[in-house]
């Protein structure tokens, strides 16, 4: 109720209150009141009504304004109680001796903007006439509001609303899922009304230029405005299919125009943007879909939701959550003697995620963005009115244009995005190749420990000449500029001496995981053509049919010793080949991405500088050398002068084991698989052995859960204050293998928490020489907030794709913000996953543009679920996927991992309950299968097609559940009763048997008798089968203090007349 009141001010001075006194008399809507009656609820109007005008004395020291919109704020909020109060409120406030405000408050129910003028030219009227001593000049009404009301349901009643039903049936068929706006937060699973406002205006020349567009295409200003909002809204969410809600006066009838009372009705004007367009051409469109609605406003948006049967969430109205409403400038009347000065009041409450309200005054036009506070920013609406304003002139400037390609951004926010945001300009010392800043530290510090595998060790001087005399040993096997060669050897000294040999002979390296299944080996080889291949003795079996010259690092040791390394010849460059990296390719094969020197020597002085790698670092080397996370780990390190640590696969056998391992070998720095940390976490606890060095933490590989990352503050913080030290570092990395390793970084300090796990972590900013851009499809840039598909550019791009010409010009592709010709300028890489900017300039991860899913026509990322899921109790991972039993029958299956071995049925049962909480229903997975863990690549990160096939969904026939238990008949008699429906199965949903807003009241006031309990629509949403139901309401029986008095087996009969069912089963006929 407090969403629906309206307010006003008006004032400095108010006489009597005679004249709002003869308005309510004068409008029997204003005498209303309703009574609810076997659940129904019925108007009940008093003949004659006394209304008394409250007088408050707000003479208060500071500023009046300040004093009145803190008063005003609180009145508003004041609920009506509308069985006993009039649906009108009026108080006239003394603010000084001269200076008075007065403050009027309708329900909704009784009025809307038109009624609100007509109320205040009454008032005008009356108190002219009253101040000088003459009676009421307003005629007698012809009808009242109760005329209109009783008008319309016969209306509604007779066949002729089947025309305008048919048209709004095939109109908004197969509507699209909700506008996909970007929001601050996520959605909460009940919709919240808290909301603000952010008013804006445009200037008279754009104002006037909108106005002479519309009339050149026949069309409104308004017609003009709303193709104008769909476009900005389209850019937005991505969409090419926008609905927008609009209110309409629905006072077409001359009588009705002289009525206060609420008239309004809301149309759903439905703008397809697919095909991109001119905005000239979209105009046309919009004004075909507003002409053709406005020939079928009479049937009620209420009837429209109960024909359509939209998906129904508690998170969002049906079918819009946009509002769109054009105002003309509102006249008051006069009142002699007075100055009326109107009071804007500050809103807190918004009915939907956004509202539009323009106001066309005879200058310009001005407007104010109403918006849903727990989903949106106050800065986000200023930045959507700036882009708003931006696309308005653009669309006068050239109406010819695209609707895609219509102007977002001001110059500012583009200077921003494209410039500013890609400062990132790093000078370095000239080098020939990666081995050159090797051979430096080999100068500075020779005898220092360079490898460290159990009691192994290895200097800098020691791994120099043995790397050497490998490199000797392949030039003298005609390994140059540029040859490929293959490295399958475990991690071990021998792999490092293997990778520099390789790069000092000249030759790219392509390292293979020992573990690697045979045909992935046999593929890889086939396409490098290699024929040379670096692997150890005991592998033999697993390369010796590969068709290439194995070299043994081991075996032929003693022979490769013997060669002297001075003779090695120098054969890298800048732009020579350094490795080529298999990643997963999307046709099934792996694609061969080709890193040159230039790009991997810039990463590793960028690596050196923002993890300030030392040489009395100690650095874990972690992951498979076919990751190129292992590229950062063992040449960032060994570039430095620091000490690479070999892991050990018992150190995996536990966390508590893994913290051992990290603590008798004083490790300082590590670089792990976000899926791994995410295990770290998970098991974290006070009696954690965090090793005292530990100084430094990197993760990256997928997307970090914010779950983990609150956890990890929480258990790390204590443990490190606890001994005394600083804790470590955390640094959330993001790169594609074809930009070298790492684009980005993101450093997590103590106090980042990311609103309690609700926000995703971001990625962070570029490293030195690069760029990265947001762009929309037609590779525009979006807007800060929006998502765009992230490009990269600068001086980590990958050359290409290995014997892939096709794929490489497909992704890598001509810099479109560069100025010299198309064949000059720089690359961009193209990488498919899902960004978008924050306001501070941090990049935050959405997910793949391949792998949103869609559900019931909901977009779901699947990583949000997630996200909640490890924020439950005794929940340790979590992977979400969609999955299709048959063709178009999908749902969602979340697999978990539990950190206990009990009581698993239970946990799933309180999870599932937990979300429903939390999540909207169709977020909500229909089936949780629990795993003792989850697969994961060799990579480190989660292998979701290595995922169990779901259990089943084993579901009776709906005949085959009716109503067993006497609570569940009760309910359905009720039901059966309301939806004049004969019989109900348990399982099925009250909105898919016609259920409606209306329905649902008398259907809990019904329940509430029945069972002498307090029930809500809110009950209803979240219970909409008679099963659930029946459950919630056992519950609420038992945990009632008076429940034992209650008898569960009484019967009452429903109260519902032959007339009335009778009636709703026509309807339900008709409706079919």
């Known amino acids: 109720k407090l969403l629906y009141n309206a307010d006003l001010f008006t004032g400095t001075r108010m006489g009597e209150e005679r004249g709002i006194q003869e308005i309510v008399q004068r409008h029997g809507i204003l005498r209303t009141r309703i009574q609810v009656v076997n659940g129904i609820p019925l108007q009940t109007i008093d003949p004659c009504a006394e209304f008394r005008l409250a007088v408050v004395e707000l003479i208060q020291e500071g500023n009046h304004q300040h004093n009145l919109q803190k008063w005003a704020t609180t009145e508003a909020e004041k ?69 209109y009301a009783a008008w319309q349901r016969q209306w509604l009643e007779e066949h002729v609303i089947e025309k305008q039903a048919d048209y709004w049936k095939g109109q908004l068929a197969n509507v699209c899922s909700p506008i996909d706006l970007p929001t601050d937060r996520p959605r909460a699973s009940v919709q919240s009304f808290r909301g603000g406002q952010f008013h804006f205006q445009l200037d008279t020349a754009v104002s006037q230029k909108l106005r002479t567009l519309g009339r050149g295409t026949n069309s409104t200003l308004f017609m003009t405005l709303l193709a104008a909002f769909a476009v900005l809204l389209s850019r937005y969410s991505g969409q090419q299919d926008i609905v927008i809600g609009t209110p309409v006066a629905n006072r077409h009838h001359g009588q009705t125009q002289s009525l206060i009372g609420f008239f309004v009705n809301t149309l759903v004007l439905r703008t397809r943007t697919e095909g991109n367009p001119s905005f000239r051409e979209l105009l046309q469109q919009v004004r075909q879909v507003a002409l053709s609605a406005y020939s079928h406003q009479d049937i009620p948006f209420e009837k429209v939701v109960e024909i359509l049967q939209p998906e129904r969430s508690l998170s969002h109205s049906p079918l819009f959550q946009v509002m769109f409403d054009l105002e003309q400038s509102p006249t008051y009347g006069e009142f002699p003697g007075l100055t009326l000065t109107p009071i804007e009041r500050e809103h807190q409450t918004a009915k939907f995620d956004l509202t539009l309200s323009m106001v066309d005054t005879p200058s310009e036009l001005s407007g104010y963005w109403e918006y849903n506070s727990d989903l949106f920013d106050r800065e986000t609406i ?48 000239v080098v020939q190749g990666i081995q ?73 390296y392509v390292p293979f995981d020992p573990a690697y299944p045979q045909e992935r080996m046999n593929y890889i080889l086939q396409d490098t053509k290699l024929s040379i291949l670096l692997t150890q003795s005991h592998l033999a079996a697993k390369v010796d049919n590969a068709g290439v010259h194995s070299i043994y690092l ?26 080529v990296i298999y990643t997963s390719g999307s046709t099934g094969k792996p694609k061969g991405v080709e890193i040159c020197h230039r790009s991997l020597v810039n990463y590793i002085r960028e690596a050196i500088a923002t993890f300030h790698l030392v040489p009395c670092d100690r650095v874990l080397q972690f992951s498979s050398i076919s990751f190129d996370v292992a590229v950062e780990e063992i040449f960032s390190c060994l570039c430095i002068g620091s000490t690479l640590v070999f892991r050990t696969d018992e150190m995996l056998a536990s966390s508590q084991q893994f913290w051992q391992r990290c603590q008798e070998w004083q490790l300082t720095v590590l670089d792990l698989p976000t899926a791994y940390w995410h295990l770290l976490a998970a098991d974290l606890t006070t009696e954690t052995p965090l090793p005292p060095n530990l100084r430094l933490v990197i993760i990256g590989g997928e997307q970090a859960m914010p779950g983990y990352l609150d956890r990890w503050q929480r258990y790390v913080t204590q443990s490190y204050v606890n001994q005394g030290s600083s804790p470590p570092q955390l640094i959330n990395g993001y790169g594609p293998t074809e930009a070298t390793i790492a684009t980005t970084f993101y450093s997590l300090t103590l106090n980042d928490d990311p609103e309690k796990g609700s926000l995703p972590v971001p990625i962070g900013k570029p490293i030195g020489n690069t760029q990265v851009y947001v762009l929309d499809h037609q590779k525009q840039p979006v807007p800060i907030g929006v998502p765009g598909e992230l490009y990269i550019g600068g001086a980590g791009l990958a050359r290409g794709y290995l014997n892939r010409q096709g794929l490489t010009e ?69 992977v979400v996927i969609l999955h299709e039993d048959s063709p178009g029958n999908k749902r969602l299956i979340a697999y978990i991992v539990a950190t206990v071995t009990t009581g698993i049925d239970e946990l799933i049962e309180k999870i599932k309950a937990k979300l429903r909480e939390i999540l909207p229903e169709y977020m909500v997975p229909a089936a949780i299968v629990p795993l003792s863990a989850l697969p994961l690549s060799v990579s480190g990160k989660v292998d979701r097609p290595a995922l169990p096939a779901p259990p089943e969904l084993k579901r009776a026939p709906l005949q085959d559940k009716l109503p067993e238990t006497n609570l569940e008949q009760q309910i359905a008699r009720i039901w059966e009763s309301q939806l004049a429906v004969d019989t109900i199965a348990t399982e099925e949903n009250f909105f898919d048997l016609g259920g409606t807003s209306l329905l649902m009241i008398q259907v809990s006031e019904q329940l509430k008798q029945q069972f002498e309990i307090d029930l809500s629509i809110i009950d209803l949403f979240q219970y909409p089968t008679i099963s659930t139901l029946a459950e919630h309401i056992d519950q609420q029986l038992k945990t009632n203090k008076s429940s034992e008095e209650v008898d569960l087996q009484r019967s009452r009969k429903v109260s519902q007349s032959q007339q009335q069912r009778q009636k709703r089963r026509q309807h339900r006929k008709t409706k079919n």
């Not at 406030?93 to 038109?114: E, N, R, Y």
């Not at 051979?439 to 510090?445: C, D, F, I, S, Y």
């Not at 501070?840 to 019931?856: A, P, S, T």
């Open 79 to 147: 609920p009506f109680d509308l069985k006993q109060d009039l649906p009108i409120r009026a108080t006239l406030l003394q603010l000084s001796p001269k200076d008075h405000a007065l403050f009027l408050t309708l329900h909704h129910i009784v009025s809307d903007g038109w009624s609100m003028e007509l109320l205040l030219q009454e008032l005008s009227t009356l108190y002219t006439a009253f101040v000088a001593g003459q009676p009421s000049p307003l005629k007698p009404l012809p009808i009242q509001y109760v005329d």
């Open 382 to 429: 200023v930045r959507m009115a700036s882009n708003f304003k931006t696309l308005l002139a653009g669309i006068v400037a050239n109406p010819e244009e695209q609707v895609e390609q219509l102007p977002l951004l001001g110059n500012k926010e583009r200077q921003q995005l494209l410039v500013d945001w890609n400062q990132t300009q790093q000078d370095y010392p």
């Open 436 to 508: 050159e800043l090797f051979e430096q530290q080999v100068q500075q510090t020779p005898d220092a420990i360079a490898l460290q595998h159990c009691d192994r060790k290895m200097t800098y001087r020691e791994l120099h000449e043995q790397s050497d005399r490998l490199a000797c040993y392949l030039q003298r096997k005609g390994v140059g500029s540029e040859t490929l060669v293959g490295i399958c050897v475990e991690r071990s000294l021998e792999m490092v001496v293997g990778l520099w040999g390789i790069i000092k002979a000249g030759g790219a």
């Open 554 to 579: 081991d075996a032929d040791w003693e022979s490769i010793s013997k060669l002297p390394f001075s003779s090695l010849e120098k054969k890298n460059y800048l732009d020579s080949l350094a490795y």
């Open 810 to 878: 497909e992704k890598f592709i001509p810099n479109p913000f560069s100025s010299a010709e198309p064949s000059k300028r720089d690359r961009l890489y193209k990488t498919g996953d899902l960004v978008r900017y924050r306001p501070d300039g941090n990049l935050e991860f959405i997910g793949r543009l391949d792998n949103q899913v869609k559900l019931r026509g909901f977009r779901i990322e699947l990583g949000e679920i997630e996200a909640i899921l490890i924020q439950q109790e005794n929940i340790r991972e979590a």
